[in-house]
């Protein structure tokens, strides 16, 4: 028996045994899952239906040893939504394999009985199929990292835009409190951060606080002065805050020039500073 008369038995094998594959099939995952919900088991109901009827449709091709032939095309897509959705819902990565592998235990069953006088075609035939839905399985945990790739970087991006909040003390000034190491990706945001709010306010001073940075080194200091200069350019002037001791002493022993920049001990310094720069009084009254 040739490769292309032994895949087109297998094709007509699964399509004659579709109903009773589909219900073992459906039975095992069910069996497996903890603590299902009605939707959860409906989702589960609609996509072994969907998978099956994929997968008896892409082995009408002929095709089982590549499933990057474009007779796979649905099943692949169709694998790489269920994968998306699980990774999304906080399924592991071996929970969503499962569904996949597991289709090797009703499909040998049946290729056991379709073969049962071949025990040389039901060798290779066995073969194949488990080599296909080895593929299979290993594109859908591909899919799914590549999913759970994509949530964790829009997670990070959602994380830096929220530690680098850009807050209007008064008219005219703008606060951005620092907090935690000040690497290039972050540098990237606090600047998009600041000169859209010197846009969208007109202020004229910028306080950057870095009380709540730990360290500050080489790197971080040309982080601090490139923002500063694209402040600048926006036509506002930036004052520093939140200078400790030992943070001093580190920008002196680097030679750090900041000498074109005020700096101040606190936050409460900085937006005085701000203040008379800004032609701003406050006074108090008496009770």
């Known amino acids: 028996m040739t490769t292309t008369d032994l ?45 099956l009827a994929a997968f008896i449709a ?22 790489a939504d269920i994968s998306s959705s699980r990774a999304k819902s906080g399924s592991t990565p071996s929970d969503t394999a499962t569904f996949v ?11 056991r009985d379709g073969f049962a006088d071949d025990q040389q075609g039901l060798a290779r035939a066995s073969w194949l199929v488990s080599t296909l839905l080895d593929q299979l399985g ?73 009380t709540g940075v730990p360290t500050v080194d080489t790197l971080v200091a040309q982080h601090l002065m490139k923002t500063i200069a694209a402040a600048r350019l926006m036509g506002a002037d ?10 001093a002493q580190t920008i002196v022993h680097l030679g750090v020039n900041l000498e074109d920049v005020v700096t101040k001990a606190t936050l409460a310094d900085a937006f005085m500073v701000a203040l008379e720069r800004t032609g701003t009084t406050i006074t108090t009254t008496k009770a």
């Not at 592998?101 to 290729?111: T, Y």
């Not at 930036?238 to 943070?247: E, F, L």
Request: negative net charge; hydrophobic residues 45%.
């Open 7 to 51: 895949a087109s038995h297998i094709s007509q094998l699964l399509q004659q045994e579709q109903a009773a594959i589909g219900a073992e099939w459906l039975a095992q995952l069910e069996s497996l899952m903890v603590r299902g919900t009605s939707a959860s088991r409906e989702q589960l109901r609609t996509h072994t239906r969907q998978f």
């Open 58 to 79: 892409a082995t009408r091709s002929g095709e089982l040893e590549n499933i990057e032939h474009r007779s796979w095309d649905d099943v692949r897509d169709l694998l």
């Open 101 to 111: 592998f597991s289709f090797k235990q009703p499909v040998f069953a049946r290729l």
């Open 138 to 210: 290993l594109f859908t945990i591909e899919m799914f990292q590549k999913t759970k790739d994509q949530i964790i970087v829009r997670q990070q991006q959602e994380l830096l835009e929220l530690s680098t909040p850009v807050v209007k003390l008064w008219n005219g000034i703008l606060a951005l409190p620092l907090i935690g190491t000040l690497d290039s990706a972050r540098t990237q945001v606090v600047m998009e951060n600041i000169l859209q709010k010197i846009v969208d306010t007109g202020a004229v001073i910028a306080i950057i606080d870095i």
């Open 238 to 247: 930036c004052i520093i805050s939140g200078i400790r001791p030992q943070i």
